[in-house]
């Protein structure tokens, strides 16, 4: 009976499912606006127009709640990183200077996401399925720095490159390198990491 009172009217199965992506939803647009620490069952329920509890009949964790948040995150980050690439007929290096660029305005973009994207001490990635949509964007990495570095672990190097990407992220969103370097154009960056773990371009 509380359900129906405070999702409509409707079949349970719907209204159930109108419920859940509405608290996601709600999350989504929180984390957009105020930042992660926001992200509490009671201003999301709240914002949702439902009692405090109502969350918990469909996440009974808070960290389910978040991790269907974030996966959220992925889902556009994995559209961008697809677009990136293309049909996959350009130059491996190509691809991996297009997928920087769209994972760097993501995070430039998208702070509060971001940020949630990759705080696994908050989220359950076993669960919801958030793994089956992070994972591939870091094997998708792997295997077009396998083609420009056959010569080295790909694993190993998409992992740092990886963390170079996040450190530019975090630092750009901080106004920390741009004073530093004196630019106001992340594009340089990129071109000095993707040299740093593949080696110049044309090499």
């Known amino acids: 009976m509380e359900a ?14 109108g419920l859940r992506a509405r608290l996601v939803d709600v999350g989504v647009e929180l984390v957009a606006q105020e930042g992660v620490q926001a992200l509490t069952l009671r201003e999301i329920a709240r914002r949702a127009g439902v009692s405090h509890g109502a969350p918990r009949r469909y996440f009974p964790t808070h960290l389910e709640l ?3 948040i974030a996966r959220r995150g992925f889902d556009e980050l994995g559209t961008r990183a697809t677009a990136a690439v293309g049909d996959g007929g350009a130059p491996a290096r190509a691809q991996l200077t297009g997928l920087g660029r769209a994972y760097l305005e993501f ?3 998208n702070r509060g996401m971001y940020e949630l994207m990759f705080r696994h001490d908050l989220l359950e990635s076993g669960h919801l399925g958030l793994r089956d949509t992070s994972l591939p964007l870091f094997a998708r990495l792997v295997e ?5 570095r056959p010569d080295a672990d790909a694993r190993l190097v ?6 170079g990407l996040h450190g530019i992220a975090q630092l ?5 390198l741009q004073l530093a370097t004196g630019t106001d154009d992340f594009a340089p ?8 773990h593949l080696g110049p ?3």
């Open 201 to 203: 371009e044309g090499m």
């Open 107 to 109: 995070a430039l973009g």
């Open 189 to 196: 960056l990129l071109s000095a990491v993707l040299d740093a």
């Open 172 to 176: 750009w969103g901080w106004g920390s």
């Open 144 to 148: 077009l720095v396998g083609r420009v």
């Open 66 to 68: 978040l991790s269907a």
């Open 158 to 163: 998409a992992g740092t490159l990886w963390a």
């Open 4 to 17: 129906s009172r405070e999702t409509g009217t409707g079949t349970g199965t719907d209204m159930d499912t």
